[in-house]
């Protein structure tokens, strides 16, 4: 499965279980860790929770490999690692705090969705 598949499983995955504002940053060439960065946004804690849940299922269910997942329920940032992609699940508060859209710069940007 290429890698725009499983950024497409995963950015499918996250609006259809509500995840808000999903966009793609293509990192490939300027990170040595992974080819993007999925950021979205979730509504609580608890909603995080969920998107990472079902977005392990998902990406699993697909034959793929999860590497990691990274973050406390009540920090408000989940964290999943596949590797090629990466994956934030934020509240809106720390996304906006962290501006990791900013960070890396709208260049990277490949698609918002939601």
């Not at 793609?24 to 609580?44: E, H, Q, R, Y």
């Not at 804690?45 to 999860?66: D, F, M, P, Q, Y």
């Amino acid at each position: 499965m290429p890698k725009k598949n499983l950024q497409d499983i995963c950015s499918k995955t996250l609006v259809d279980n509500k995840a808000e504002d999903v966009l793609t940053l293509d990192i490939n060439g300027i990170s040595s860790f992974a080819d993007a960065i999925i950021i979205a946004t979730a509504n609580s804690n608890r909603h995080a929770k969920s998107l990472s849940e079902r977005l392990v299922e998902s990406v699993k269910a697909n034959g793929k490999t999860i590497l990691g997942v990274e973050g406390k329920i009540e920090s408000g940032w989940i964290l999943v690692d596949c590797g090629e992609v990466v994956i934030n699940i934020m509240k809106s508060d720390i996304r906006e705090f962290y501006d990791l859209e900013g960070l890396w710069g709208e260049n990277t940007l490949l698609n918002n969705s939601n």
